[in-house]
């Protein structure tokens, strides 16, 4: 009973026992009983389904995946309960997970929005007995809609045009969304489709006093992190921590100037680096333990249970941290550095600063070409014989820039600004990879340390470390020799000529 | 993406009850399933209330391409679909020999289906003929339900014989007992001594009246009684499968 069906409008004047009658002159009917349904809609809080036009609900571990161009993608009878969050690896093996998974990646499926209502589910039957199709009609909590799904089995071509021929002799016709409320329903939970997104969307204006701007600048980024915050605490994904460390650094990235346009940023700084002590130890674990399939597969099979056993202790020492990261959070201390934050942006009586008064266009340029000119500085020299310890600082001064390119984004060519970001990216992604082998094989030597010093009986999980090891030192020293390579396609004439064209000082 | 042939060479010993129940378990579990019924008897059809349109046949079988397209239906399960049998597959042998690399047409016709379904299972017919052969190449693994008597050593040392003239392993052979009596000593003993000749699973189907009534029901045990001790037997079955693929 899985062939894709499209949600269709009940005429208000067409009673359903007439069309039920009509059906049933040409079909057996087996009708289940009437039911109040709670329809449960659940999306990633950053809207992954609805992006795509899907929407997805569920009744009880009944899920059902409708897209809104081509009616109903899949279905799933006996699927997970969702009680806070669930992934879509919780799903059983089907046509369902199957499209959940590259879609919500290791985001998980929280309950946006809830709707009530009536349905009726009618299985209509060839003279086998048999169920060819069947119907579900559907109708709101408030009597004002009603709508019609057909499910066909397949195999029953000639039977589904008699049903057609029916629908439409009663003027079942118009094809719509499963349910209007849908976007109401969202509301009642304080939410709105595509109210959130991990890109940074503030649109600025180039004239605006960069004073101004900048206060907007990080209310939208402590918006950012306030919005993620239950989610971080309550643990549903680890993106919500995610986007809250990148939230700090995007607001960090902007503090080269911060003095000359915020006289208070001083405190800001303080609080930036606050938050992200508290908050690295778990991301860093969450790294780890995203890598954990890649770093299964590139072990022989004999050497996997004890790399497992020691994934199993990191995801323990994982709960540990984020425990502890959640207390600290939570703390009347931080609680006080976020309505400090607020307050400071709220307050009109601000001392003002040279710089407050600059068209943010200005300032955005100086900051942008700043953190140019620094990862310039730092990848001339940059080839395979680079100290781990300066390709580590050239990473960093790469991410400052990013950030700032996307802070201020919105007052640029998008085209233009693609280009550069797009040669940035590939930079960023040796230096980031180089990176995560570099640290990840330091956290596995220290491991092996207290492996050692723990007990002799861990001897599978030392071997399995040392095996890890080496694959990661092979690939490190592989990315080493595609330093200058990657850094001269960063620094190439038209690269830089374009980021002088977009960023150059202005006629001050 | 694995084809299960259910086969005997010898008849009323469970092949289709354990079709019917563990292509419905597949489709539960695992994902999309085919049930394929081979047998011109059609009883899987019938349990599934599913009858082949009318001009399709054995010839059109072996054809292959959009006739089996056009006639896979959905059951009354999700992810469960069907080919029905037709009564003409009694002559599908004389077919078969017309065609060119008689032995392995069913392996050509069954291959394009392989990327949609996850599992693709044969309910076959008890005999050993050119049908049985192209059932043994097209079949990733084949499993026999055995009722422990000394009838069925018979025909498994029967098909060993059969599998190494065409030269093809004993690999793929997954035994299980099947409508076993626990009351019967004479089970109990054959049981045990197959199982120091053979690698038999350690599963084992209980002659059941529940697994008898599906006939009443139209319906996979495993649907209908899901509490019963026969459809815990079958799920114990499709997993101790699983883990041996």
């Known amino acids: 009973m899985d062939h894709p069906g499209r949600d269709m409008l009940l005429p208000d004047l067409l009673p359903t026992e007439k069309l039920l009658a009509a059906l049933a002159a040409e079909f057996g009917l087996d009708a289940a009983p009437e039911c109040e349904a709670s329809v449960v809609y659940a999306d990633s809080f950053d809207w992954r389904l609805y992006r795509k036009g899907y929407l997805l609900h569920c009744h009880g571990s009944y899920w059902s995946l409708c897209h809104g161009d081509s009616g109903e993608a899949a279905t799933q009878p006996d699927g997970p309960k969702l009680q806070t969050s669930c992934f879509a690896g919780d799903f059983p093996p089907g046509e369902l997970r199957k499209l959940l998974e590259p879609i919500l990646g290791g985001r998980c499926l929280l309950p946006l929005a809830e709707v009530n209502l009536h349905s009726r589910q009618i299985s209509l039957l060839n003279r086998d007995k048999k169920a060819i199709a069947a119907i579900e009609i559907r109708q709101s909590a408030d009597r004002e809609r009603r709508t019609l799904l057909l499910r066909r089995v397949r195999g029953y071509e000639g039977e589904h045009e008699v049903i057609r021929r029916i629908l439409a002799e009663n003027g079942v016709t118009e094809s719509v969304l499963p349910l209007t409320s849908f976007e109401d329903a969202c509301r009642a939970k304080g939410r709105s489709p595509l109210d959130y997104s991990q890109k940074f969307t503030l649109e600025l204006d180039g004239d605006e006093a960069a004073r101004e701007a900048m206060i907007r600048i990080y209310q939208a980024l402590l918006d950012t992190i306030t919005l993620n915050m239950p989610g971080a605490l309550a643990d549903y994904d680890p993106e919500f921590l995610h986007d809250i460390r990148v939230a700090i650094r995007r607001a960090r990235s902007g503090l080269i100037f911060a003095k000359r346009v915020l006289p208070d940023s001083v405190s800001l700084s303080r609080m930036f680096r606050r938050l992200g002590a508290i908050t690295g130890p778990t991301r860093d674990l969450d790294v780890y333990l995203l890598a954990q399939d890649d770093h299964v597969k590139r072990l022989s099979s004999c050497l996997r249970p004890g790399l497992q056993e020691f994934f199993a202790e990191l995801s323990r020492k994982r709960q540990v941290e984020q425990k502890k990261m959640a207390r600290m959070l939570g703390s009347r201390k931080t609680e006080a550095l976020f309505s400090a934050w607020q307050q400071a942006l709220k307050r009109h009586d601000r001392q003002t600063a040279d710089l407050s008064d600059l068209p943010i266009r200005e300032l955005a340029d100086r900051i942008i070409l700043k953190r140019y000119k620094r990862v310039m500085r730092g990848g001339r020299n940059l080839d395979a014989t680079t100290p781990d310890t300066e390709t580590h600082r050239l990473r960093l001064q790469c991410k400052k820039l990013r950030y700032a390119i996307e802070l201020f984004g919105s007052l640029y060519p998008k085209q233009e600004l693609k280009i550069v970001t797009r040669q940035l990216r590939k930079l960023q992604d040796i230096l980031g990879s180089f990176n995560d082998l570099s640290v990840q094989q330091e956290m596995l030597r220290q491991s092996v340390i207290t492996l050692a010093a723990e007990s002799p009986q861990k001897l599978d999980q030392a071997a399995a470390l040392g095996g890890l090891l080496q694959s990661l030192f092979q690939e490190q020293e592989a990315l080493r020799g595609r330093f200058a390579r990657a850094f001269a396609r960063f620094g190439n004439q038209k690269t830089v000529m374009l980021f002088h064209k977009l960023f150059r000082k202005r006629g001050r | ?245």
């Open chain 2, 1 to 245: 993406m694995s084809v299960i042939a259910v086969y005997n060479i010898k008849g009323g010993v469970g092949k289709t009850a354990t079709a019917v129940n563990l292509a419905y378990l597949s489709a539960r579990q695992t994902g999309k399933t085919l049930l394929v019924d081979m047998d011109p008897q059609a009883s899987a059809s019938f349990y599934f209330r599913v009858c082949p349109q009318q001009n399709f046949g054995a010839k059109k079988l072996l054809k292959g391409g959009r006739h089996i397209e056009e006639n896979i239906k959905g059951t009354d399960y999700s992810g469960l679909y069907m080919l029905p049998a037709d009564f003409s597959y009694r002559n599908i042998d004389l077919a078969l020999d017309e065609r060119k690399e008689s032995h392995m047409r069913l392996h050509k016709v069954l291959a394009p289906l392989m990327a949609e379904y996850e599992y693709i299972i044969l309910d076959c017919p008890p005999n050993l003929t050119l049908l049985s052969e192209n059932i043994l190449y097209a079949a990733d693994y084949v499993l026999m339900p055995l009722i422990p008597t000394t009838l069925s050593l018979r025909s498994l040392d029967q098909l060993y014989a059969f599998l190494d003239k065409i030269g093809l392993g004993h690999d793929n052979l997954l035994l299980f007992f099947s409508m076993v009596e626990k009351r019967k000593k004479m089970h109990a003993e054959i049981m045990l001594s197959l199982r120091e000749r053979f690698r038999v699973l350690q599963t084992t189907i209980p002659y059941s009246a529940d697994i008898e009534r599906m006939g009443v029901y139209r319906q996979p045990v495993a649907a209908a009684l899901p509490a019963s001790t026969a459809a815990a037997a079958y799920a114990s079955l499709w997993r101790e499968i699983q883990e041996n693929l």
